[in-house]
């Protein structure tokens, strides 16, 4: 049985290797240029399509990354796995100019189990931002025949491989915590190319390299309301810190005529940052019927620096008026009409949820873009001669993202996910 285990954990460890290659491609988004990147919602299949929904939910079926406390839940017999992809298309419009944008994408890897009694432990991979854009636009200087085209491009992206643990002290309290190792990188260039007859062109790259670690805690208190339904309040701490990472300015000029290529780099140290995060959530269940709950999160990322280049004054600087508290709110639920029932549409999960964000970025000194997220999906039971606890989760999501007078976006997301629920840990009984 160890040796499972140890299997489980160096899979998921190879993955998160090879995870920085292919996490990369999910957006087309050109509000990813900015902060971070484009910030992950981190839900997951059980929970697509219920908004997100997660900091009270408490449940021994799922891996709930999201608040830490639900570790403990997990019971005695099970090692539980939970993979997801998805595919998206996307729906740029800017002023009545319109284009359509597909995507795909592995998501996550995660997993859990039960250490002893009230103990349990979490561990996986997860995605934090996203950066993939690129567009130019091209203008004309003037009423002369001189064009300047202006072009922009960025990679890269920040992820968390985490471990963590729940623990159980009192029947109707559990507390816990995730330790991530937090990397990833991004590249992102601005190049400006005119021309008079010759071609000049100015190119401006931002480069950032991190390796560091995140921390998050969770507590949740379950309270049993009567013999058939309880609340279950949760809440989320997560340290923001400085992440020691370095961000390099370099601006190279290049004239075609002369072949003269001139080079300026700037380096800024510790450089970036994650905010403090807090959440609160509460979520009521009427047996295995009904769940139904809702989040807040709030991230302070208007009281960190961000680097920026001064093109007044030419220096490469940490400015504090470039981002902003994010804020989200999340309202979703699940219905299962009869878990135990042979009727296959009765045993079927069915989620609904809704979710709205603010901005954590600002563009050209004004907030960034706001997002609504309509949601909704299903969990199917996977049945086999010995289990009937491993689900399909399915789900669908609708994404709108927008700002006075910038690009408005619009998404359908699907989302698939398997969730392995194997009884590893059942002493098997032959006669």
Known sequence: MKSRIILSFLGLVLFSLCYDIHAQTGTNSPYSQYGLGLLSEQSQGFNHGMGGLALGLRKGTVVNYLNPASYSAVDSLTMIFDVGLYGQVTNFNENGRKLNARNADFEYAVGSFRIMPHLGLGFGVIPFSNVEYSYSNTTSVGSSSIVSTESHKGTGGFHQAFLGLGWQPISCLSIGANVSYFWGNYDRSISIASSDGYVNTIVKSYIS?????????????????????????????????????????????????????????????????????????????????????????????????????????????????????????????????????????????????????????????????????????????????????????VSGQWVRVSAPGLITENTFRLNVGITFNERWFMKWKVE
Do not use: C
């Open 209 to 393: 390299h991190v390796n560091n670690y995140k921390v998050d805690f969770g507590v949740q208190w379950q309270q049993i309301l009567s013999s058939a339904s309880t609340l279950v309040v949760g809440a989320t701490y997560g340290m923001g810190h400085n992440l020691k990472a370095d961000v390099e300015a370099r601006t190279t000029s290049t004239n075609s005529q002369t072949a003269v290529v001139e080079e300026q780099s700037l380096v800024l140290s510790d450089a970036l940052s994650v905010p403090h995060t807090f959440g609160l959530g509460a979520a009521y269940s009427y047996g295995r019927i009904l769940t139904v709950g809702a989040d807040y999160t709030l991230q302070k990322w208007g009281s960190l620096d961000f680097p920026e280049m001064d093109d007044r004054t030419g220096a490469f600087v940490k400015k504090r008026d470039l981002l902003a508290d994010r804020h989200r709110i999340t309202l979703g639920g699940e219905y299962v009409p009869n878990i135990m029932s042979t009727r296959f549409f009765d045993r079927i999960h069915y989620r609904l949820g809704a979710s709205y964000t603010t901005p954590y970025v600002k563009v050209n000194g004004q907030d960034g873009s706001k997002e609504v997220s309509i949601s909704a999906g299903f969990g199917i039971p996977i049945v086999n001669h010995y289990n009937n606890r491993s689900m399909l989760n």
